[in-house]
């Protein structure tokens, strides 16, 4: 029986989803609390609530855009920092030092930056990078627009930064590395069927998008 990509797509996610749900159930049962995700916020926003902030590793790239974010995926990749399924040296530092309840105030607090909403009808992609689309499957995840992910622990891309979205696909493909990359059965199988030209280009439509992620500045530092 021959099975189309999405259709394999479909049953690995299934299962990637089962495999962590006694983590995300867990996650589920914590309500964030909004105030309390700003307080603790001051340890994020001198790269996250920094307009255009460049990270310097593992190459120079902007910090991704958090805010309008859900929170579910808020806490399952800083869940991911913590447990080394991504591997990033001074986000797992600071991961590791929160609690559940401390990861789901943040979460709150990011999620309520929601104002924004998607563009009813996306930009066009190019045939060459629709095509591309389409051979990850990508949409089946992420959504309409690419802001409409069809689990709740999943990203909203549409209007992410590009050189963010690189560098993230990347990291998917990147083996035995203690400092650098991630680990995700579905993502990873995903990006390795691409060139590093072609995730760039992918990588490139998707923030052209009109999606519901920003970068909100944050009044000040104390």
């Known amino acids: 029986m021959n099975l189309s990509w999405p259709t394999i797509l479909r049953s690995l996610a299934a299962l990637w989803l089962l495999s962590g749900a006694a983590g995300f159930a867990q996650a589920q049962t914590l309500t964030g609390d909004v105030r309390a995700g700003q307080q603790r916020a001051e340890m994020c926003i001198g790269c996250h609530g920094v307009v255009g902030y460049q990270n310097s590793f593992p190459e120079i790239h902007k910090v991704p855009k958090i805010s309008g974010q859900s929170a579910p995926y808020i806490v399952s990749s800083l869940r991911?920092?913590?447990t080394g399924q991504r591997r990033h040296p001074t986000m797992r530092g600071i991961a590791s030092a929160l609690s559940e309840q401390e990861m789901a105030d943040l979460a709150a607090f990011y999620a309520?930056?929601?104002?924004?909403k998607a563009a009813a009808v996306p930009r066009s992609a190019s045939v060459e990078v629709a095509a591309l689309?389409?051979?990850?499957?990508?949409?089946?995840?992420?959504?309409?627009?690419?802001?409409?992910?069809?689990?709740p622990n999943t990203p909203k891309?549409?209007?992410?930064?590009?050189?963010?979205?690189?560098?993230?696909?990347?990291?998917?493909?990147?083996e035995?590395?203690?400092?650098?990359?991630?680990a995700s059965p579905v993502m990873s199988g995903i990006a390795k069927?691409?060139?590093?030209?072609?995730l760039r280009a992918m990588a490139a439509y998707l923030a052209s998008v009109e999606g519901e992620l920003s970068t909100v500045p944050q009044p000040g530092f104390r």
């Open 80 to 82: 991911a920092y913590q």
């Open 112 to 116: 309520s930056h929601s104002d924004k």
């Open 133 to 151: 689309l389409e051979k990850g499957a990508c949409m089946v995840c992420h959504g309409a627009n690419f802001s409409q992910p069809i689990e």
């Open 157 to 174: 891309i549409g209007g992410q930064h590009a050189d963010y979205l690189f560098v993230a696909l990347r990291a998917y493909t990147v």
């Open 176 to 182: 035995g590395n203690r400092v650098v990359g991630r």
């Open 193 to 198: 069927r691409y060139t590093l030209a072609e």
